[in-house]
């Protein structure tokens, strides 16, 4: 079964013309029309048609506040993911479906549409107002992408971006993905969710290793014992080494080699996790 999305061409179309130039009288109008739920629901419906293939989407029940929606809880993710569980992961992976579905949030008020301009500490229609008083073409453009970010992604910033920079997007994915882990190991589920969530950088490292193309943890199997070795130690303190960036990239190049000449897609979860504890992991711990 799959769901409603943005026609491709137009919603590409949007972007190409939002990019184009910096402080446009298009991003102006755009950012200005994100104050106010009705106006950009109507700007949207100007420029992107829908694919009405499948059924339409199932929303939250409730609206979020803007800093729910900017950094969902862990147990709002968790919420998330079991109402949508039925999403495919090839449509998860779609730009045009999130961008749907974050657009029928702000259709039927679930959340503001002000809330995509957001980024860090900084309030979304604060934001907006402040790129359109300063006439500042940076600061314009700037919200301009974190706007597109947030809909459903920026392929133009790279494929990590739908995984990253959208919230429903990534609520979904570490779902996904913790779900898979604790199906194919055992892992506590709540502690495999804490290494997914340890921090925003970490979770981007990770998601861009498990989906970029001939990733060295395309291998469910792989991976999933990875995330298992790790979650027996997301809450000592002593390792906190073992969930920087640098360290989850050094663990992947460390696994990359060894594929290179062993076949660990053909080994148990729990005797790769054991391989991944001796020979991967003793010399971070040490350090």
Not at 141 to 166: A, H, K, M, N
Request: overall charge negative; glycine content about 8%.
């Amino acid at each position: 079964m799959g769901y409603w999305a943005l026609n491709d061409a137009d919603y590409t179309g949007l972007r190409k013309d939002l990019l184009k130039e910096k402080g446009s009288t298009l991003q102006q109008e755009f950012i200005a029309a994100a104050k106010s739920n009705s106006t950009f629901i109507a700007q949207i419906d100007q420029r992107i048609g829908l694919e009405k293939t499948g059924e339409p989407f199932k929303l939250l029940a409730e609206p979020l506040s803007e800093g729910e929606y900017k950094a969902l809880p862990l147990t709002m993710e968790q919420q998330l993911f079991a109402q949508w569980a039925g999403i495919m992961p090839a449509q998860a992976s779609e730009e045009t479906f999130w961008g749907y579905v974050t657009l029928e949030h702000i259709r039927q008020g679930r959340i503001e549409s002000g809330y995509l301009a957001a980024n860090g500490g900084d309030n979304g229609e604060e934001r907006i107002d402040k790129a359109l008083s300063d006439a500042d073409v940076k600061s314009t453009d700037g919200v301009i992408r974190t706007i597109l970010r947030r809909l459903g992604g920026l392929p133009e910033r790279g494929r990590r971006s739908l995984y990253v920079d959208c919230p429903f997007a990534r609520a979904w994915w570490r779902g996904y993905v913790a779900q898979q882990v604790c199906e194919e190991t055992g892992a506590a589920h709540g502690k495999v969710a804490k290494v997914l969530g340890f921090t925003p950088t970490y979770w981007e490292k990770l998601i861009v290793l498990i989906v970029s193309r001939n990733a060295v943890l395309g291998d469910s199997k792989v991976r999933s014992a990875l995330i298992w070795a790790l979650s027996e130690w997301v809450e000592d303190d002593s390792k906190q080494t073992l969930f920087q960036s640098k360290t989850i990239q050094r663990i992947s190049r460390q696994i990359g080699i060894r594929c290179a000449w062993q076949e660990l897609g053909a080994f148990e979860a729990r005797d790769l996790k054991q391989m991944i504890e001796q020979d991967f992991l003793p010399d971070l711990r040490a350090g």
